[in-house]
């Protein structure tokens, strides 16, 4: 009844908040209809500086201006990627920007309409002729929210212009084919925004850079879940060979990844935590059954010892001897117990524990790659959950045949093999028509996993 009303409460509440979000579109349309919202409003624009120079000191100073407004100025230091800072600019107002490294103006300069709820990066890169270039891009950086994704970039900034990056995946033991994975972007004044590729997370892979049907490398690549990473593709110093490690990598982190093992660790820590609090209180309450029990001890000793005195009286001048009091502990019946059953705790354990991990398989296991069946070759927790239910059923079949006497009841073997054949049929059924989608035939699947279960257990009794 009290998880009735939890339900109905719930229900209430979702509902007032659903209405109350309508409402909230409702008078943002009209006022947008009536001209109260203006679409020239101020807003923090994100903006980094992505310095892709080698060996330079010194500062570099971004400058961003509008007309009619203050200009805003950001001073960054230091190689690679620095932190977003926030730029309180025009959202309607084209912005100019100029980009200065030692107070010394480094051309081009951009001009560009910012827009919200993007990030941008400010670009600069080494031109021809050992000049310094600078452009304004448009981040991607929104991966999404799916599970052992992550996102990266390629920035070309060697002499080959016909780079291609190929992918295999460290899953493959085999003699796998390279894949093509991403499209190198080669920085240019023009250059609005470089693609954001998408890989998993569950395996490391090797990235294979190629020039026509030349290789130049070869780059172990491990990413985390949810982090955003820029490769940089540069030239060698003097390369001895055109082709023959003319090319280097560096890796920046946008973005660093999730702690993806957090929510196992807190699971598990509350898993001890209970274990742990219940033995606590157990303990607890045997230290207060044996303190009650004392006192019970206690307090009966002392009402006998004062009964014994009561009755002490005097007879013909003479004190009467206390008779001795003999107490016969009265003998307990030998009943005749019914046999019970004896449970072996390690294996219901781990029943218990393969069961709570198969369920949590069957929910897509909180989206843990180890907690999903492998593709093809490879083996994974979810993989494990089959075979140990068959060593629980053989080893179960063992226990109960020995503590029932099947094995040396000849009499019985009939009633033993018709329980065998009713458990079997029991168990390919169900899974055929219960975890199978029976209404359709054509989709009926034979093999599964009760059927397999059933025809394992036929053949072992």
Not at 110 to 139: E, H, K, N
Not at 259 to 280: E, G, Y
Not at 365 to 379: E, I, P, Q, T, V
Request: with cysteine.
């Amino acid at each position: 009844m009290r998880l009735s009303k939890i339900v109905v409460l719930i229900a209430l509440l979702l509902a007032i908040t659903s209405a109350g979000s309508a409402s909230r579109g409702h008078l943002t349309n009209l006022s947008g209809q009536f001209g109260a919202q203006s679409d020239c409003d101020t807003s923090s624009v994100p903006i980094r500086l992505f310095n892709l120079l080698t060996n330079t000191s010194g500062s570099f100073l971004v400058v961003i201006s509008q007309t009619g407004e203050k200009d805003i100025s950001k001073t960054f230091t230091g190689e690679g990627p620095s932190e977003y800072h926030d730029f309180s600019l025009k959202l309607c107002k084209s912005a100019t920007v100029t980009v200065s490294h030692n107070q010394k103006a480094i051309s081009p300069t951009s001009t560009i309409t910012f827009l919200s709820d993007t990030d941008y990066t400010v670009a600069v890169f080494p031109g021809s002729a050992q000049t310094t270039l600078a452009v304004v891009l448009r981040d991607q950086n929104h991966v999404g929210r799916m599970a052992d994704t992550a996102g990266w970039k390629v920035i070309n900034l060697s002499r080959f212009d016909d780079l291609e990056v190929n992918s295999l995946y460290a899953e493959c033991s085999l003699d796998c084919l390279y894949i093509p994975a991403a499209d190198p972007a080669q920085l240019t004044t023009d250059t609005e925004t470089i693609p954001l590729h998408k890989t998993k997370t569950a395996f490391d892979f090797t990235l294979k850079f190629m020039s026509g049907q030349h290789e130049l490398l070869k780059y172990d690549f491990n990413p985390g879940e949810y982090g955003l990473y820029t490769l940089v593709v540069r030239d060698v110093k003097d390369p001895s060979n055109p082709y023959a490690a003319g090319i280097t990598v560096t890796e920046y982190k946008d973005k660093l990844p999730d702690m993806f093992w957090v929510p196992l660790v807190v699971a598990i820590a509350i898993l001890i935590a209970l274990v742990c609090s219940r033995k606590i209180v157990f303990l607890l309450y045997k230290q207060y059954q044996r303190k009650r029990e004392a006192r019970r001890i206690s307090n009966s000793l002392y009402m006998a010892a004062m009964q014994n005195d009561n009755e002490t009286q005097l007879r013909d001048g003479e004190v009467a001897q206390p008779q001795e009091r003999t107490e016969t502990a009265p003998q307990e019946t030998q009943k005749q117990v019914a046999f019970k059953k004896k449970r072996l705790l390690s294996l219901d354990t781990f029943r218990g524990m393969s069961l709570s991990i198969m369920i949590f398989v069957n929910y897509n296991g909180g989206h843990y790659w180890f907690f999903n069946h492998s593709a093809w070759n490879g083996l994974t927790v979810a993989d494990l959950v089959f075979p140990w239910f068959i060593w629980i059923m053989g080893t179960a079949m063992g226990l109960s045949g020995d503590r029932n006497n099947y094995w040396e009841n000849r009499e019985g073997h009939k009633t033993i093999m018709f329980r065998i054949i009713e458990r079997t049929l029991k168990l390919f059924f169900l899974g055929l028509f219960i975890v199978n989608e029976a209404y359709d035939l054509q989709k009926m699947r034979v093999p599964g996993v009760l059927q397999r279960f059933a025809i394992s257990y036929l053949t072992v009794s």
